[in-house]
């Protein structure tokens, strides 16, 4: 294994010991395999896109899916919890938040400081741990796309907090997770419905009122960005310098091929569950009605081949690592201007040294706790 692949698989066992090692033995068996107790199992690109953009025969909201999952936290009314025509007029409805001009605005404001304070200290020769900053900053943007107050930190970081404690396999949270998920959304939650019945169009829960969201659906939709919104970059960011540095790569020769190589090789979110809406086949397996379907995005993904800037493998992929049909990120334009924000702010510092690093243990998202980097001095 090259020095990115040791990490990256300990990055992926750390998050899920025993899930990551049953997926990738579970692939070794067939690109479709029934495994009981779990569903359906694919992890195979192009059955994967099958499921991903027949959402007649694979739903979002039949049971095991994602849908089952969030509804008791964010409410019915999320592109998440939705499918068929209502998930297509709400997503229509938000697309207006995620246009170039607004996002490339929302990551300046929201980035400035926190990318700003982390250059000075390498610039001064210090340490700095990315991954609280990639935290703030994507936080901060997230604040700012749903037009929430600053205090609301607390709130964000109490939201990824639930993400993080929520397990791959569960098709629902305990009582004391959704609990512990609808209080940390409760404070974000008023403040979107406080913006949104006072109809100011300078707010956005004012201007999706003015879209025509009604008050469950803005709400639903600052828990939804939240939950979609931070942990993917808190996972990728990081990843992305390190896997960089571990081929010899500094921040200024990350190019776009780079990044999308380091997309196909982390694939941030690793599953997305769908349900089986009726009997059929798959691969070759027979799918019953209300079985569960896992999309092994990562197995998927990597099957490509190793990690290749140059290579062209992944262009087939046509970015699976965001999904396929209808539920594709919504956020994708926003993850690629907040990577592409932090890259700017790095690409001074050709020589950034990874100093020390540590995966996160038993969370949703493989992420790094924390990655450590210093500017070191050029060669001679
Ligand atoms: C590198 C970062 C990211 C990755 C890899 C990623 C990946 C994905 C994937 C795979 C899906 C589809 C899930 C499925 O079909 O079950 C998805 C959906 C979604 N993502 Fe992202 N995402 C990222 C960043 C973001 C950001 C920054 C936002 C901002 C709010 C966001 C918002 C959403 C939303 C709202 C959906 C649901 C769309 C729908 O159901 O119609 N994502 N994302």
Redesign the pocket.
């Known amino acids: 294994m090259d020095e990115w692949e040791r990490w990256e698989h300990r990055v992926q066992t750390a998050a899920h010991p025993v899930v990551y090692r049953l997926l990738t033995a579970v692939a070794a068996r067939g690109p479709v395999v029934r495994v009981p107790g779990v569903g359906v199992v694919v992890s195979d690109a192009r059955t994967a896109r099958e499921v991903?953009t027949d959402p007649g025969a694979f739903t979002?909201t039949g049971p095991g899916a994602?849908a089952q999952l969030w509804t008791p936290v964010l409410g019915a009314r999320t592109?998440?919890t939705?499918d068929g025509a209502a998930?297509a007029t709400l997503?229509r409805r938000?697309a207006g938040l995620?246009a170039p001009g607004q996002v490339g605005a929302v990551c300046a404001r929201a980035l400035r400081a926190p990318l700003a304070r982390a250059t000075q200290r390498l610039a001064a020769g210090g340490t700095v741990d990315l991954v609280p900053v990639v935290r703030e900053g994507?936080g901060a943007?997230?604040r700012e796309?749903v037009g929430l107050p600053p205090d609301a930190v607390a709130d964000v970081a109490g939201a990824s907090a639930v993400l993080a404690g929520t397990r791959l396999w569960r098709t629902s949270l305990t009582g004391r997770q959704t609990a512990r998920a609808r209080a940390a959304l409760a404070g974000l939650s008023e403040a979107a419905v406080a913006a949104y019945r006072s109809g100011d169009g300078s707010t956005v829960p004012g201007r999706l009122r003015g879209l025509g969201l009604t008050e469950a659906e803005a709400r639903g939709a600052v828990g939804?960005?939240?939950l979609?919104?931070?942990e993917?970059?808190v996972?990728?960011?990081p990843r992305l310098i390190a896997l960089a540095h571990d081929v010899g790569r500094g921040p200024d020769r990350i190019t776009d091929a780079v990044v999308e190589e380091a997309?196909r090789v982390t694939?941030?979110?690793p599953v997305?569950?769908?349900s089986a809406a009726r009997d059929g086949r798959l691969g070759g397996v027979r799918v019953r009605t209300g079985d569960r379907v896992v999309?092994a995005?990562l197995l998927c993904t990597r099957s490509a081949g190793p990690f290749d800037p140059e290579g062209t493998s992944r262009t087939a992929l046509n970015r699976?690592?965001?999904?396929?049909?209808?539920?594709?990120?919504?956020?994708?334009p926003?993850?690629m201007a907040?990577?592409a924000a932090v890259l700017r702010a790095l690409r001074p510092f050709p020589h950034l040294t990874v100093t020390s690093r540590r995966p996160s243990r038993g969370v949703l998202i493989p992420s790094y706790a924390a990655l450590t980097v210093r500017a070191a001095p050029a060669g001679p």
């Open positions: 991903l979002k994602a592109l998440i939705l998930h997503r938000l995620f994507a943007v997230i796309l939804m960005f939240l979609t919104g931070t993917t970059l996972s990728f960011v997309l694939s941030p979110t997305m569950l769908r999309l995005g699976l690592w965001f999904g396929a049909g209808p539920h594709f990120c919504l956020g994708m926003l993850a907040e990577t």
